[in-house]
């Protein structure tokens, strides 16, 4: 199947419709939450995140609170978390930059996000766009999967898919769609064992391993 423009805005269409109501699953009362939040997510479920920040976020939700922490302190809070030991240096050397460097505010500004200890461009991308509500789309595992799939946007890299969802979609589509393509890998899309037999993307999908009469563009 050769994916045309017509083929990728079906696709948009109901990936929107399908998703419309589902957005970020992660639990966050502000910015730097989130921050912390996305940091603990790095080969970690949302559902598991979200039962250890249910009970570090009530006593250590801002940059003061949680840079008063000792390493160890820290890893206690979040061992369940996976990965905690570096997790837990990234919270902390990120909270000690706040204070001293941003006076206890994560920064608006992508470039400076970017700066931050354990903030790479998809936790800056996730911040940038659902903390603050600016045009943006975070490549996860998830999104790089179904859009290499879909060839909605194909590339090697999360950089490069992302480049290719800026041409794919509209601008002010973006924060959404990212939402759209992650729900749609959690649900349906999997990585091992894609569910195409229910997949309602069956006639406009080139990787779709069931055989269908492709959408003609009714």
């Not at 069956?202 to 563009?217: A, D, F, H, L, M």
Request: hydrophobic residues 40%.
């Amino acid at each position: 199947m050769r994916v045309t423009k017509k083929i990728r805005d079906e696709q948009l269409r109901r990936l929107g419709e399908v998703y419309k109501n589902d957005g970020p699953m992660l639990h966050f009362s502000s910015p730097f939450t989130l921050l912390v939040a996305v940091i603990l997510s790095a080969q970690c479920t949302d559902k598991r995140v979200n039962v250890v920040t249910q009970r570090l976020f009530p006593r250590l939700d801002t940059p003061a609170k949680m840079a008063a922490l000792t390493l160890p302190q820290l890893e206690t809070e979040i061992h369940d978390c996976g990965l905690y030991h570096s997790k837990a240096k990234h919270i902390l050397a990120m909270s000690h930059m706040l204070l001293e460097k941003y006076h206890g505010q994560v920064p608006e500004d992508f470039d400076e996000l970017v700066k931050l200890p354990g903030v790479g461009r998809k936790t800056a991308n996730v911040v940038w766009s659902v903390g603050f509500g600016h045009p943006a789309i975070a490549v996860d595992t998830h999104v790089f999967r179904v859009s290499n799939r879909l060839k909605l946007a194909v590339g090697k890299t999360p950089l490069e898919v992302e480049m290719g969802l800026h041409k794919a979609i509209p601008e002010k589509d973006w924060s959404a769609a990212h939402h759209w393509l992650i729900w749609h890998g959690r649900r349906v899309c999997h990585a091992r064992k894609p569910d195409c037999e229910t997949c309602f993307l069956q006639n406009v999908c080139p990787s779709c391993t069931v055989k269908v009469t492709p959408w003609k563009g009714e």
